[in-house]
């Protein structure tokens, strides 16, 4: 029983995001790629599609990783 709570636990755990979510990632200034998923992140928030908005910063996140380093 306990075993099994501690199991939930890490599959919450690894689940669990490690960004923010509260904290969305900034495009860096002179970036294309960052630019456009900044502006779909917009448009997305603008029609209160949040899982778009989600979507985007997802991107922006795995992009910043891959091509900023961050
Ligand atoms: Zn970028």
């Not at 456009?36 to 209160?48: G, P, V």
């Amino acid at each position: 029983m306990r075993e099994a709570r501690e199991r939930r636990t890490d599959a919450h755990a690894a689940v669990g995001p490690s960004y923010d979510v509260s904290r969305p990632p900034l495009p860096v200034a002179g970036c294309e790629t960052c630019r456009e998923l900044a502006e779909r992140r917009a448009a997305a928030r603008a029609a209160f599609d949040y899982s778009a908005v989600g979507d985007a910063n997802v991107l922006m996140r795995s992009h910043h990783r891959l091509d900023h380093g961050a």
